[in-house]
């Protein structure tokens, strides 16, 4: 029997309107090359996020395999790091790199996880 896919959002994520900032987590929740799950109300509905960070610097993509649309944790909030300090696809060992979030490795090789905008003011991690 085929498995489900779950929702891929259909839009631009970079172009996402949004209300008013929404607050995902502060700077001292996401341990410092590391990563945190969270949830954020998107256009497409209630989507699952990881979030990176580097210092004071935090990126965020959809908690989405592009190879078969399935979450990148193996468990929910526990990501798997390669040495390098790459991120690795519980299900199939995509590996994907931290600046841009493109597939370097394994069956999505050149495609990019869907990066959602996130920046840091006074210690927030705001989405947009």
Not at 12 to 33: E, G, H, N, R
Not at 54 to 75: F, K, M, S, T, Y
Request: aromatic share 6%; with cysteine; proline share 9%.
């Amino acid at each position: 029997m085929p498995q489900s896919r779950p929702h891929r959002p259909s839009f631009p994520v970079a172009c996402m309107s949004l209300p008013s900032p929404t607050t995902l987590a502060t700077l001292t929740q996401i341990p410092d090359a590391g990563f945190l799950e969270v949830e954020a109300l998107l256009e497409s509905g209630t989507e699952s996020l990881v979030l990176y960070r580097e210092g004071a610097q935090v990126r965020a993509w959809l908690n989405i395999c592009p190879h078969a649309g399935r979450r990148l944790d193996w468990a929910p909030g526990q990501f798997l790091k390669t040495k390098e300090g790459q991120l690795v696809c519980a299900a199939h060992g995509a590996v994907f790199e931290l600046s841009g979030g493109e597939c370097v490795s394994g069956p999505c090789r050149g495609q990019s996880l869907f990066a959602v905008p996130v920046r840091v003011e006074d210690e927030q991690v705001l989405l947009g």
